[in-house]
């Protein structure tokens, strides 16, 4: 009964997206009001007696930047590592008429040969003409991996290294209010993929011949679909989002085989305050069904926990736990400031998810719930330090990022 009730308020969101675009508020007057707004510079300067030259309408600022170095624990058993996160803020046009565009770098490094250097870019164009979007990463990455669907329990599992190189790049045009459409083009090389026991043959160990027998080489294109109300993809307002990605990889591109993918995401954002302010007080939906259209998708690209496109899914479950060729994935969350002015806040969130793999998708459910503090860190682009914790069978971990997980 108990995660029947959990599936039925995680499934509010598709409900939620019947509302139509007409009632929903002009970007003009969900422009945050921040004069009475606190983050960690107007701190910083209060304790170092730090007066500015000049006052600057927040308004007339076009770059805001965010950056957090801490140490924290990666996926995979490496231990601790350096992760710097440096996200940045950029209005192209004019705020009233132009979504913020976002850029974030989280190089990270654990001085045992591990590395990664993601670079992630969502550009809007003046007055929201276009929207460019980029991913780009370079990364040693050894990660636990328990083959498909649920076969395995938590410690049934074993170490995969392997090297990765991703190239993703998207330009979507806008068709009409909030609705773009575009391509792109997607790149995924994997080499020395392999279990770190020896005694392990990763293709016996996942019963999957794809891609688990050394390196492949995926290269495709893809048809993009997005509807976005929000004005501010960082820390979301009330809004919608919608977003339709379709793969195909064919041989003449490179790919070591013919492959296609389907990924379907939406999001609802629902402020429970009668007059909206910028504070917050509101409720936050995300729902993404992915899956591999064709039975031969390399193994690492296969849909995982984890592994959508910000890498924010299954907070509270370790990444990579559940792999399959289908996933369905859903996620709510309620978001409040402790403090007036902003500078504090608390989130309460909770998710399910459901794989193939191993017997019937639907039959099994794996759940997490979590907590997590917010701290505003700049709020002329109301990026927020988030740390979260979450916790599943098995598992539970501490999170820090920059910007809310969606």
């Not at 690492?300 to 496109?309: K, T």
């Not at 910000?310 to 309620?334: A, F, K, V």
Request: glycine share 8%; aromatic share 14%.
């Amino acid at each position: 009964m108990l995660k029947i009730i959990f599936t039925l308020l995680l499934l509010f969101p598709c409900i939620l997206f019947a509302q139509d675009a007409s009632n929903l508020i002009p970007k003009k007057d969900i422009i945050p009001d921040t004069s009475g707004q606190k983050d960690l510079v107007d701190v910083a300067k209060s304790l170092f007696k730090i007066k500015p030259a000049k006052k600057r309408r927040l308004e007339d600022k076009r770059v805001y930047f965010s950056i957090l170095p801490i140490s924290g624990s990666v996926p995979g058993g490496s231990g601790y590592a350096l992760v710097t996160s440096t996200t940045a803020g950029i209005y192209l046009g004019p705020h009233n008429t132009t979504n913020i565009s976002s850029v974030t770098f989280t190089p990270y490094l654990n001085f045992k040969g591990r590395f990664g250097l993601p670079l992630r870019t969502s550009i809007w164009m003046p007055d929201n003409s276009w929207i460019i979007q980029g991913d780009t990463r370079l990364l040693v990455y050894p990660q636990y991996t328990w083959g498909l669907g649920t076969s395995h329990d938590y410690n049934d599992r074993t170490l995969v290294d392997y090297r990765y190189m991703r190239l993703y790049q998207s330009a979507l045009k806008r068709i009409r209010s909030y609705l773009y459409a575009g391509g792109g083009y997607n790149m995924d090389y994997y080499s020395n993929v392999k279990s770190i026991d020896t005694a392990v043959n990763l293709k016996a160990f996942t019963n999957y011949p794809y891609g688990t027998d050394g390196r492949s080489f995926s290269s495709g294109l893809t048809i993009n679909l997005l509807y976005d109300t929000r004005n501010n993809s960082i820390n979301p307002l009330p809004g919608a989002y919608a977003n339709v990605v379709y793969r195909f990889n064919p041989r003449f591109l490179g790919s070591n085989s013919n492959w296609q993918s389907l990924y379907l995401d939406a999001r609802k954002y629902v402020s429970l305050d009668a007059i909206r302010t910028s504070r917050q007080n509101s409720l936050a939906f995300w729902g993404y069904y992915w899956t591999s259209l064709r039975s031969n998708a390399p193994y690492l690209n296969l849909p995982s926990i984890g592994w959508d496109p910000g890498n924010r899914s299954g907070r509270g479950i370790d990444q990579n736990r559940y792999r399959g060729t289908r996933l369905l994935y859903l996620e709510s969350e309620y978001r409040k400031d402790i403090t007036d002015n902003g500078l504090f806040g608390f989130v309460l969130f909770a998710n399910i998810n459901t794989v193939s793999g191993s017997g019937s998708m639907f039959t099994t459910w794996n759940p997490a719930i979590g907590t997590g503090l917010r701290i505003k860190f700049n709020k002329g682009s109301n990026t927020n330090i988030c740390i979260d914790y979450g916790m599943s069978k098995g598992y539970s971990a501490i999170k820090l990022n920059l910007g809310e997980a969606f």
